[in-house]
T-cell receptor, first 109, second 114 residues
Framework: GQSLEQPSEVTAVEGAIVQINCTYQ??????LSWYQQHDGGAPTFLSY??LDGLEETGRFSSFLSRSDSYGYLLLQELQMKDSASYFC??????????WGAGTKLIIKP | DAGVIQSPRHEVTEMGQEVTLRCKPI?????LFWYRQTMMRGLELLIY????????DSGMPEDRFSAKMPNASFSTLKIQPSEPRDSAVYFC????????????FGSGTRLTVV
């Protein structure tokens, strides 16, 4: 079957760095995406990794290792507004997304 | 672009009534997706269209659910008759062909069936 595993909840302190991990098992794989969703809001696209390595966009970075079927989202200089759920999603051989269950990021002052 | 537009934002209806959710995708996006999100089941793909043609409706829970896309700028998701267990947030999303730039989600419709 196809599945993505990510922690259900992560807690961090404002100003710190946090990493949210994601492992995947899919039939065919083209890349890994990350989405952010605030409570009551819609998922919004953060990043997409098609190749191994680190992609940086401001305070957020995303990493992919195809050989390990693993990726992570790194958030630096955490701000209270980063409190949200973060979803990893793998693009399968049909170019469709298989979604993880989401990680709730709790940030404490 | 105004993004993906969904209506209504909130819908409260009585069990047994028909509910119609509407979506306008981003112009030029070839794919349109209907998702349902609940605390218990997370984000579930119900159906998706490519160039207005339904491609995979295996996620539609039962025959009470139907979706149409009569043209490139409009889609509907209909539930008839509605049941309390259909209460959820329903999202519409669209993307370009390969989707490397991600899906764009609408604001969602929060459906409550009482």
């Amino acid at each position: 079957g196809q599945s993505l595993e990510q922690p259900s909840e992560v807690t961090a302190v404002e100003g710190a760095i946090v990493q949210i991990n994601c492992t995947y098992q899919t039939s065919g794989f083209y890349g890994l995406s990350w989405y952010q969703q605030h409570d009551g809001g819609a998922p919004t696209f953060l990043s997409y990794n098609a190749l191994d390595g680190l992609e940086e966009t401001g305070r957020f970075s995303s990493f992919l290792s195809r050989s390990d079927s693993y990726g992570y989202l790194l958030l630096q200089e955490l701000q209270m507004k980063d409190s949200a759920s973060y979803f990893c999603a793998a693009k399968d051989s049909n170019y469709q997304l298989i979604w993880g269950a989401g990680t709730k990021l709790i940030i404490k002052p | 672009d105004a993004g993906v537009i969904q209506s209504p934002r909130h819908e409260v209806t009585e069990m047994g009534q028909e509910v119609t959710l509407r979506c306008k995708p981003i112009s030029g996006h070839d794919y349109l997706f209907w998702y349902r999100q609940t605390m218990m089941r997370g984000l579930e793909l119900l159906i998706y269209f490519n160039n207005n043609v339904p491609i995979d409706d295996s996620g539609m829970p039962e025959d009470r659910f139907s979706a149409k896309m009569p043209n490139a700028s409009f889609s509907t998701l209909k539930i008839q008759p509605s049941e309390p267990r259909d209460s959820a947030v329903y999202f519409c999303a669209s993307r370009e062909d390969r989707g490397d730039y991600g899906y764009t989600f609408g604001s969602g419709t929060r459906l409550t069936v009482v």
